[in-house]
């Protein structure tokens, strides 16, 4: 079975612009959580979706949204791009307690 | 809130040698455990987990892992530790109140020397 997928693997972007990110998940799996990685904050909790509705976001200002279709694939958008927005994104899929993690997009913002 | 304290930032330790990674949390209830390895400019691959029962688990490449329910800890072990290890670890419990939700420590960066 293929594992978590996500695109772009590598982005960079200059303040002021938009991101999308996509990630596919594990077939048959219904959830995807997003997560940022930075060497300062660590692993934050983004967002959670299961069936197209999100149902939990962290503490993340509104410049952070998702949304997911109903191949359970799903996209998050970072609109008005800052600095502080370099980081790993991480997607994970599941069905279960365990989430399985993709490789993550690697955002730079100059 | 949930929380989970790695208070190792940085170990290193020799080829062959044995390893523990220690891991404390708190979670109102019983807690689901996991130990995550990510090798640089990657993603996050599990290592174990614990829901409930034996409270030694045991993982991949070797790994194990010791709840503590007494201690709310879950150190993980290596009985020899080989060059490849080298990686982060970060443990986390999960959030199975309003949504499922990881909170991770802050890992611990193994280094192996030869």
């Known amino acids: 079975k293929a594992g978590v997928t996500q695109t772009p693997r590598y982005l960079i972007k200059t303040r002021g612009q938009q991101v999308t990110l996509s990630c596919s998940p594990i077939?048959?799996?219904?959830?995807v959580s997003w997560y940022q990685q930075t060497p300062g904050q660590g692993l934050q909790f983004l967002f959670e979706y299961f069936s197209e509705t999100q149902r939990n976001k962290g503490n993340f200002p509104g410049r952070f949204s998702g949304r997911q279709f109903s191949n359970s694939r799903s996209e998050m958008n970072v609109s008005t791009l800052e600095l502080g927005d370099s980081a790993l994104y991480l997607c994970a899929s599941w069905t279960g307690p365990e989430q399985f993690f993709g490789p993550g997009t690697r955002l730079t913002v100059l | 809130a949930q929380s989970v304290t790695q208070p190792d930032i940085h170990i290193t330790v020799s080829e062959g040698a044995s390893l523990e990674l220690r891991c404390n949390y708190s979670y109102g209830a019983t807690p689901y455990l996991f130990w995550y390895v990510q090798s640089p400019g990657q993603g996050l691959q599990l290592l174990l987990k614990?829901?409930?029962?034996?409270?030694l688990v045991q993982g991949i490449k070797g790994f194990e892992a010791e709840f503590k329910r007494s201690q709310s800890s879950f150190n993980l072990r290596k009985p020899s530790v080989h060059w490849s290890d080298a990686a982060e670890y970060f443990c986390a419990v999960l959030n199975t109140g309003t949504a499922s939700k990881l909170t991770f420590g802050t890992g611990t960066r193994l280094q192996v020397t030869l």
């Open positions: 077939s048959g799996h219904r959830s």
């Open positions: 614990y829901f409930s029962g034996d409270t």
